[in-house]
C-alpha cells in the first residue's frame, strides 16, 4: 500500500522558515514525479513545487520561487519543502504527492497519491 506521510509543519512569524517532510511508503520517490500543493480555507488546491525524477527538474509557483526549495533523499525515500521568508499568505494546509510522470507537473490530476496534509501558520 503506497502511502505519503507529511511532517514538519507548524506556526512561524512572518519572515521565518520551515522545512516540510514527505516520507513515502509503498513507492520510491525516486520512480516519480512528486509536488507539493497548499490549500487555504475557502480556496482551492493550488500547486506550489515539483520535482521530476531527475533532481535537476524543478518548478514553482511565482509566488513561492525564490523563497522554496523542493528536494529529495531517494536514500530516506522522502521529499522535503524548504520555506523561508515565510509570509502570511502562504498560511494554507501542505499537501505532498506522487505522480507517474517523468518530469515536473502543475497539474493535481496528475498526481495519483496523496498525503493527509500538515497545517502551516504564519503569523505574528
Known amino acids: 500500500q503506497v502511502q505519503l506521510v507529511e511532517s514538519g509543519g507548524g506556526l512561524v512569524q512572518p519572515g521565518g522558515s520551515l522545512r516540510l517532510s514527505c516520507a513515502a511508503s509503498?513507492?520510491?520517490?525516486?520512480?516519480?514525479?512528486m509536488g507539493w500543493f497548499r490549500q487555504a480555507p475557502g480556496q482551492e488546491r493550488e500547486f506550489v513545487a515539483s520535482i521530476g525524477r531527475s533532481a535537476d527538474n524543478t518548478d514553482y509557483a511565482d509566488s513561492v520561487k525564490g523563497r522554496f526549495t523542493i528536494s529529495r533523499d531517494n536514500a530516506k525515500n522522502t521529499v522535503y519543502l524548504q520555506m523561508n521568508s515565510l509570509k502570511p499568505e502562504d498560511t494554507a494546509v501542505y499537501y505532498c504527492?506522487?505522480?507517474?510522470?517523468?518530469?515536473?507537473?502543475?497539474?493535481?490530476?496528475?498526481?495519483?497519491?496523496w498525503g493527509q496534509g500538515t497545517q502551516v501558520t504564519v503569523s505574528s
Open positions: 509503498g513507492r520510491t520517490v525516486s520512480s516519480s514525479t
Open positions: 504527492a506522487a505522480g507517474s510522470r517523468w518530469r515536473t507537473s502543475r497539474i493535481l490530476t496528475e498526481y495519483g497519491i
